[in-house]
């Protein structure tokens, strides 16, 4: 497993480090991206003092 630490994530700034790296399916950028956001809007939401979620994903 690959990792890589993206600290301001824009495209051009992706695009650099992933070509510093052996290929990686697409897939797996887009799940690693997917799941940095949501643990970061979960760090965020904690440091906050929680919020209650009523609704996700539009599935309401």
Not at 16 to 44: C, G, K, N, W, Y
Not at 45 to 57: D, F, H, M, P, Q
Request: net charge positive; hydrophobic share 45%.
């Amino acid at each position: 497993m690959q990792h890589i630490f993206v600290y301001c994530l824009n495209l051009g700034r992706l695009e650099i480090h992933l070509a510093r790296l052996s290929p990686i399916a697409a897939q797996d950028v887009q799940a690693t991206l997917a799941e940095l956001t949501a643990r970061t809007i979960a760090q965020q939401a904690l440091l906050c003092g929680g919020v209650n979620i009523r609704c996700s994903c539009g599935a309401c």
